[in-house]
């Protein structure tokens, strides 16, 4: 059974950090590329940041230079450090396992809220 947990999500002031964990069980971790996504309120869910199995990153251009993906095979974990938060980065934070069409998994999500 695959499981995908994200953790780390808070409330946190404009300008603060944050570091948001995804564990992934279940699957062939090393193999599959990692993602982060969010959706704010009333907007589609959007790519934040891709990490493949080969460490190619990929950034959304609203947080390039802000934000770092990364990766712990050994750990079976992904991570998004986030700095110098924006209120425009409030959202639900999911994470998502990816290999194949049919080897496509999510997690249930993290709130962030950036808000003095």
């Known amino acids: 059974q695959v499981q995908v947990v994200e953790s780390g999500g808070g409330l946190v002031q404009p300008g603060g950090s944050l570091r948001l964990s995804c564990a992934a069980s279940?699957?062939?971790?090393?193999?599959?590329?990692m993602g982060w996504y969010r959706q704010a309120p009333g907007k589609q869910r959007e790519l934040v940041a891709t990490?493949?199995?080969?460490?190619?990153?990929n950034y959304a251009d609203s947080v390039k230079g802000r934000f770092t993906i990364s990766r712990d095979n050994a750990e079976n974990t992904v991570y998004l450090q986030m700095n110098s938060l924006k209120p425009e980065d409030t959202a639900v934070y999911y994470c998502?396992?990816?290999?194949?069409?049919?080897?496509?998994?999510w997690g249930q999500g993290t709130q962030v809220t950036v808000s003095s």
């Open positions: 998502n396992c990816y290999y194949s069409p049919k080897a496509d998994y």
């Open positions: 279940g699957i062939i971790f090393t193999i599959y590329t």
């Open positions: 990490i493949t199995r080969f460490g190619r990153t």
